[in-house]
């Protein structure tokens, strides 16, 4: 059996409210794009109906629209997803930093920071090509001249007009920061992950990912990371270029924070889809020797040790989607329209689906979206509540688990799979998503 396909499911198939916790949905926008949060504002990008982009934001507290402008993509890969603005600096004097379509000679586009409240324009920048901005501690980071040679990582001071402070050569993506130190994940033929002090560039530390998963790593499998404060876990996917070819090295390593050192690793496991974030929770699939799917382990994301297991044998025979509880207690196989099967990640013990609410994708084939000038970008992919004793949807379920959505100082935000954007505060802190911050 050939590995195709998403690990976690075998082949087939706004009006304002209020809860017991403080909480909105955004009216006007189609939410394609993760949602940000931060400086009391969430933004997004949203696909508008003559198919042009925009950049939005709502006031986090009460959920009104503070404003909006045009966005575009130049140079992002479509398996990245539809790019999201940026949010950084505190509450009353942030900023919302995204690409808008302004071109300036030879500049395709314009990275535009604004005030968060009012969208006065700040500071802008002209930009080739680039995968877009993110925050890092409190600055911006962005990889540009992203489709050319010259392709490098820069980090912008907000506060400073956007100020260059340091640049590094090739294209790079913030996995980490603080006001001290950013986490990047190098992007090569031998990808690396490198720690670097935030004001001066300087290298803290430097850890080639191949030797915790092995050589042949494929970036095209895709990656993810998450951060439990001192121990970093990291995962490399697999890609196989064409049937009947080896699989690309992957697996799952934790590296400690402070030294960049190795503290576990475990090869040929698969992240399940949907997941926590990897440094909430690790729900992982074997692959056996022959390149087919095997059973499922929980994992200790601090030490890589196995904490649970499910034999392959326990999946139905017929088509599922994995599904879990909001508490990730247990690992259940959803049958559309008809009962599916769950088991306690603690024990391996079989439970009845009766009366479970399990949380899976409200599809596996979304449709692509239908941006002007680009191709193959989908929308954030969203979850919805199954009555797994049936296999139906859920009606109004509430809101979906805090280890989708994640949450900035106690607000979780996230879009419906009609891509109404929805916040809710009811977490306290914050925490990473499936899709991290």
């Known amino acids: 059996m050939l590995l195709l396909g998403v690990a976690g499911c075998s082949s087939g198939p ?70 999201p603005p940026a949010v950084v600096g505190p509450q009353g004097n942030g900023v919302v930093v995204s690409l808008e379509p302004q071109k300036t000679g030879k500049w395709k586009a314009t990275l535009v920071a604004r005030d968060a409240r009012s969208g006065a324009q700040k500071w802008v920048r002209p930009v080739d090509s680039t995968f877009g901005p993110v925050r890092c501690g409190t600055y911006i980071c962005m990889s540009e001249f992203t489709a050319r040679r010259n ?9 400073a007009g956007g100020r ?31 720690a670097h002090d935030l004001k001066t560039g300087k290298t803290l530390w430097s850890f080639p990912v191949e030797r915790a998963v092995g050589s042949g790593v494929n970036l095209s499998g895709g990656w993810a990371f ?28 934790g590296l400690d924070m402070a030294t960049g ?24 699939r074997q692959v056996t020797p022959a390149g087919g799917y095997g059973g ?25 989607w994995l599904a879990f509880p909001a508490d990730l207690t247990k690992l259940g196989f959803l049958s559309l329209g008809r009962a599916g099967a769950a088991y306690d990640l603690r024990n391996a013990a079989q439970t009845k689906p009766k009366g479970m609410r399990a949380w899976s994708f409200c ?54 799979e009609r891509g109404v954007l929805h916040a809710v505060k009811d977490a306290k802190g914050t925490t990473p998503g499936m899709y991290g911050l």
Request: hydrophobic share 40%; glycine share 12%.
């Open 363 to 416: 599809t596996v084939d979304p449709a692509e979206l239908k941006i002007s000038g680009q191709r193959g970008f989908f929308p954030v992919a969203p979850l919805c509540a199954y009555d797994l004793a049936a296999g139906r949807k859920i009606s109004e379920p509430g809101p979906p688990p805090g280890w989708y959505t994640g949450a900035v100082d106690g607000w979780r935000v996230w879009r419906d």
């Open 151 to 159: 392709a490098r990582f820069v980090v912008l001071d907000p506060a």
């Open 261 to 284: 050192k190795p503290i576990w690793s475990r090869k040929r496991l698969l992240r399940v889809y949907p997941s926590a974030n990897p440094a909430v929770a690790l729900i992982t």
């Open 164 to 194: 260059q402070l340091w640049k590094m050569a090739g294209i790079a993506e913030v996995e980490w920061a603080d006001p001290v130190k950013v986490v990047a994940f190098r992007m090569a033929k031998h990808p690396t992950l490198e």
């Open 226 to 253: 998450g951060s439990l404060g001192d121990v970093l876990v990291g995962y490399m996917a697999p890609y196989q270029a064409r049937k009947g070819k080896p699989l690309s090295a992957f697996g799952f390593f």
């Open 14 to 83: 706004g009006a304002s409210g209020a809860s017991a916790a403080q909480g909105w949905s955004g009216k006007g926008v189609n939410t394609v794009s993760r949602p940000v949060a931060g400086a009391g504002v969430t933004a997004v990008t949203g696909l508008r109906p003559d198919g042009t982009l925009e950049t939005s934001v709502f006031d986090l507290s009460k959920g009104r629209r503070l404003w909006s402008r045009p966005a575009t993509m130049v140079g992002r890969l479509s398996g990245m997803g539809v790019q």
């Open 296 to 320: 499922f382990e929980q994992l200790d994301p601090r030490t890589g040790r196995t904490t649970g297991a499910i034999t392959a044998d326990k999946a139905p025979r017929s088509a599922w």
